[in-house]
């Protein structure tokens, strides 16, 4: 049982980690293989500040709007060329560039700060939910998760800037007609996948840890999380987030690291071969 | 209405202008003809020493991947981030058939280029069943990479895990790691262009061209779209497993690094950024100041992978085909402002 | 209000609209008519900033539009509803029509008044765009455009996909509209109707101008009679 709970927890890590990646391919049709240098770049940030003195949660804080920024320059930056194009050669000039970005964030964090890796310490006794014991950690990451994500959501679907957004992501051309600003609305939500993957970080460093050489595999979860509910669906990447952080769980419990990952993969593949348009996203 | 006019867009109107390209074969395979000289006069250069030559094999090894990836995407635009993996289905196969059934080099590195191109042609056939757009097939592709990978590391027993195999083989030419092991790949590369430069200069190869530039265009003008599409991952497909199956017995030694993603796949990225996606010749290019690049990083460790990714970058940035494609084609205009018009 | 000089546009290398000029003065109803593929949809297109201006001017009060983005110039002032709507097919009727005023606060009165204008929508308020039907859904996109309170409303072919009911109801609330003051501009193929609302009209084939008049006028001209109203001078058709 509380394995399960732990996968729930996880689950919405993954989620968490997973939303911003989604926004931006259902905003602009562009995927971001660099997401999970942001989370790195946080969790790197934040351990330096700590060591140069500051207190840790002002260091996350400071780190989270670092992230931010990074998403900033890189939308000022590199996406101007991809949002010239359109369609397929889009998406595909966007992968390129941002996996270039991605090994130079990467070589770069792993060079000067191979050992660095962020550790969020809540000491304290186990925590007892619905009869189950979880650690403090777990159970501070679930609700910085649930948090954050809760704040997501509501911006998105109560606030006439968070329909906005929503409106370019249902017909671009229809939220042009209103009088927004496509673009303008792509860069907030590439900042804010740059905080959401930020915030992950901290969620991650809360449960276990987080080091310059796991920028990959995040972008890598983040990414199959993202296709298995539905590229461009922020409730599809919640579900799938959950139901695979579940399934992860379960699987490295009972059976292992190796073939856990793998049924991950194969989900993700599956997906794409099954039913494309993910657990919950918009059409074929 | 003419019923013997050949409507522009058909099967026959390509055919019809591939004969014309037949006619002057010299001239078309001439680049594959002095490639092929100027790397068989490499080893001349470079002399005795073994590290040079393991550097030469290692620049003919990318650019057989380059030529398979060009034929791949370059032509049908098939996104297969999986390079390495098949050249690995192929490596680890014939590794353990020569390990365990004693099977000689060829037959075992034949069977494994097989399984690569059945898996090349499985990938071409769902995603032309499924209609998958360029970047599901290239996470779909992508995703099995990473399968393979981690099966490589769990199934200790079959394959060594982390710590690999050894190929327990018979001393060959391949395996002497000598001379006798670049003429081979040499051979083997040339093979692959002289296919290439054939494809593109036959039917196939018009097809391929209608393909690239509309898909839906071609379907409507009768092209089968999946049957071209088959072709280009079977022989790409196929090049990778018998590159990838001979550079096992090359190194005497695999491991799931050997064909992993950042090991395989990114560098042929990088290669081509810099040769030019879909080219003939780019791959040799490419491959040559990659493997040159690569030596002369060496020393830099992780900020390797910095720089590749900026040359990524800025490549892709800048130019969009790659550096080459790009200087040969201001030489061309060059060219055509100096000769009068005909 | 609305100057158009000269204008060509098209898309990519091929130009639909070639050297078109015509005028709207405020208050005043125009339409522009003409067959499928005649033009209209690449010059209303063109005008809001959706296409852009291969050459010739656009003037709207005061203000140059041909390098101005489509967001900028709904902001000015200009509605266009396209003939393919784009709702936002997962909100609602009421979230679309807020939308439609961005970047102003949604105003219960405004939208009051669409409900007025549309009584149908305001029983389904809470119903998302993309279940309602054609006719709704048309009704929804110019009460959406309408809560940006534009001074030209810009409408394509707005009766596409309506049963002929529908679209009467659809121009009766259209002349109900410019009894308020709203300045509008509308293309249509089902010619009657744009014509019964409108005070002036072009005629547009080929993407050029082939005709311009009153209303009265095109209506007595033989060949818009016989081109779009089927009727010839030798009997009824």
Redesign the interface.
Known sequence: MAVIFDGIAYGLQLGLLAVGLTLIYGLGGV?NLAHGQFAVVTAIAATVLVDVGLPMPLAILAAIALAGMLALAFDAS?MR?VYRLRG?AR???S???T??????????L??YY?FAALNVDISGSAVNVLGVAMRRGSLAASLLAVLALGTLILFLRYTRRGKAVRSVIQDEEGAQLCGINPARVRTAVFVLSGVLAGVAAVAEGLTSSLGATDGLDLT?LA??VT?VGGLGSVAGALVAGLLLGIVYTLSSFYI?A??T??IL??A??LT??VR?SGLMGKGA | MDDTRVPVGTEEAGAAVAEAQRARPLRAYLPVVVTAVVLGALPLLIGDSRYFLSLAVLMLVFAGYGVAFNIIFGNT?Q?FLCLGALAGISGYTAAILGNRLQLPMLLGVLIGALLSALLGAAFSW?SVR?R?????V???TL??S??FA??L??QRDLTGGETGLIIESAPGVVAGRGVGAYYVFLALLTVFLACHRWLQRSHVGWAFRALRDDEVAAELAGIDVARFKLIAGVIGSLMVGLVGGLYAYYEGFISPSTYAVGQVD?PV?VML?FGGIGSLLGPVVGAAVFAVVDELLRPL?????????????VL??GF?HGVIPALTGLGRRVRNRRTPRT | MLQVEGLHAGYGDSIVVHDVSLRIEAGEAVAIIGSNGAGKTTLLRAICGLLPVVSGHVTYDGNTLERIPPHRIARLGMAYVPAERRLFPAMSVTENLELGAYPKRPDSRLSALVFELFPRLADRRTQHAGTLSGGEQQMLAVGRALMSEPKLLLLDEPTTGLAPMLAEEAYASLKRLRGSGTTVLVAEQQVPLALDLADRGYVIEDGRIQLEGTADDLRDNPDVRQAYLGLSDQGAG
Do not use: K, W
Request: charged share 10%; glycine share 8%.
């Open positions: 995927l590199l060329p397929e998406v595909l000039l992968l390129l560039l996996i270039g970005a991605a090994f130079v964030i990467d070589g770069l792993i060079y191979p890598i990414l199959i296709v292992g190796y073939v990952f793998i993969l194969l993700a593949m794409i071969l494309p | 635009e996104l769902v499924r998958l757009g360029v970047i599901f290239g996470i779909i995703s099995f990473l399968v981690n099966v590391l769990g990114i990225l950024a460790s992780s900020i390797r992978t910095t720089v590749y990714g900026a040359i990524l970058l892709f940035l969009r």
